[in-house]
Structures are given as C-alpha cells and as structure tokens.
C-alpha cells in the first residue's frame, strides 16, 4: 500500500514523539515510565491504536445513563468531528450543554418515527447536518413546546452534573489501591 504524503508526514510524527505513562500522581509520587514506541512490534502498534481509538470515543460518551441509539449518534458526530480535525474540548465546545441535551430529546424523537430507510438516509448525514436540522426542527416548534423541551433538557443537564459530582466525591472515598 502506497501511503500519500500526509499519512507518511504522520507516520514520521508519531515516530518522532515522546511517549510514556504518568504513574503515581494521586499519591504524590509522579513517575514517567518511557515507552519507547519506534521498537515496538507491529501487533503492539495495532494493539495500542485500536485501544486507544475505542478509548478515546467511549470516554467522550459518559455512562451507562444514555441510551445506546444516543450513543450511537453522540459517537458517529464525535468521529466526524475528529475527521475535520477538531479535536478533544474543541470538538464539544461548539454548542453549549443544554443545546446538546435538546438535541439529544430531538433526536430521540425523530429517530423514533424514522422507518429503516429513513434511519439509514439519518445516519448517513454528516453531524454538522443532523445537527442543524434538528436544530430546525427545534426552532419550529410552538412555544410552549419549545419551552417543554427546554425545560426537561435543563433537567437532563443538571441530572448529569449531579451524577458526575456524586461520582467525583465517590472517587475521593474509594481506595484503588491493590
């Protein structure tokens, strides 16, 4: 296979980085073990990539509270994200929490009236598109409508916030030490 300009400009990037493991943080002990990944095995370069890949995008869609269909599509909009190259915060920083939480009812509703064609024209959509249109469908909504949605997006918003301060004070008793 013949690589192309830019994936062999990446290919030398990565051999040129410096990589290593943070260990020891939490107990005041920050260690850097290096990780020399220019003499690494092929199958250990697949192996870390392909973690990696499903780390990355698992981390960005929280836990088990959201539904896997809201998973589905928080995880495709993330990976077309990450092919335009916004990366990391940039990617999510476009739109605020609540406007991600009404998409995420908008969506639900929609997705749940789409037959199997629909679904798959749906899916095919960049995320830019799927979000402007259920954007759309947002704004043309009756107000009192608008207001509903609103307001048990705010709901969804503040549930998430409490469940992830209750997982961070959780995080401050749990011992991990083995």
Not at 8 to 21: D, L, Q
Not at 58 to 86: F, P, W
Not at 140 to 146: G, L, R, S
Request: hydrophobic fraction near 40%.
């Amino acid at each position: 296979m013949a690589l192309t300009k830019e994936q062999t400009a990446i290919a030398e990037a990565i051999f040129a980085a410096s990589y290593g493991v943070s260990i020891g943080k939490r107990a005041g002990e920050p260690t850097h073990v290096p990780v020399d990944m220019a003499s690494m095995p092929q199958n250990a370069w697949l192996k870390i990539v392909s973690y990696g890949v499903q780390r990355t995008f698992n981390d960005m869609i929280g836990g088990s509270d959201t539904d896997v269909a809201t998973k589905v599509a928080q995880t495709r909009d993330n990976v077309a994200e990450y092919l335009k190259g916004n990366v990391g915060r940039q990617a999510a920083s476009r739109a605020t929490p609540l406007e991600v939480a009404i998409r995420n009812i908008m969506r639900k509703l929609v997705t749940a009236k789409m037959d199997k064609e629909a679904k798959k024209a749906w899916d095919a959509l960049e995320a830019d598109e799927r979000n402007a249109q259920l954007d759309a469908l947002f704004a043309k909504q009756a107000e009192p409508v608008k207001a509903k949605l609103t307001k048990q997006a705010q709901k969804d918003v503040e549930e998430a916030q409490r469940r992830a301060e209750e997982a961070k004070a959780l995080g401050t008793e749990v011992t991990l030490d083995l």
